[in-house]
């Protein structure tokens, strides 16, 4: 079991390479010379320069606290060689690669240190509002700029009617079928967010649910859900009704939902 002083550790680490990923980020889309080198990875998914630039720098910051990273952009070693392990990160470089590419807002940096039951630090960058987002387990929500500097603690008050369902731009599920267990669709209202920052509107309580119907992969999910577990709002697998589960055979999440509204 890792101490206290262990995670201020790991949480502060996780913060600075976010903020160093997204600077990086930043600097790739300033430098408009140069043409960015661009592929179709086997799922379709675009990937560029900009990813594996972002992934070095969260790589030379992460890799001495010597902790087992799964990245998106990093071959994941075979199931019966991490299904065990007691610590590792998730790691997103570059969450929204084609909004990133269409110099479109809702790219991200996604960080999670997660354990056996899930996250325990989660941390989202976006690099164009100049804001990292982070929750570590038992000690709270957090905002703070890029480069670490005005941090502060996050309170949200209390759900109120209509609930703002915020939701991926190709959803195709109606608000009925998004709605979680228990509430009443006629009182949500939804709309389109990109990539992890449905789930920072839920902490900050700009939303009230995040809802999905299409998979995502594990790191494009647990640095939100580390932030939400922060503040005691689980996310749960929409096919069991569960907490999602971390380090799968094929770290596959097929879809998810989230509620700040109390039942």
Known sequence: MLTSELINIYAEKSVEAAGAAARTLLEVITASDEELHIESKFDGSLVSDADFASQKVIAEILEPLKIPILSEESKAPEYSNRKDWDYFWLVDPLDGTESFLSSRSGFAVNIALCDKSGPIIGVVADPLTNTIYFGVEGKGFSICQLDGSNSRRVKTGKARKPFRLVTSWNEK?????????????????????????KFCEVALGDAEIHSRTGPYMEWDCAAGDGILRSIGIDVYDRNTDERIKYNTKDLRVNGLYCSRVKQ
């Open 173 to 197: 599920a109606t608000v009925a079928e998004l709605s979680p267990p228990g509430i009443n669709p006629l009182d949500v209202v939804a709309r389109p967010v990109s990539g992890a920052l």
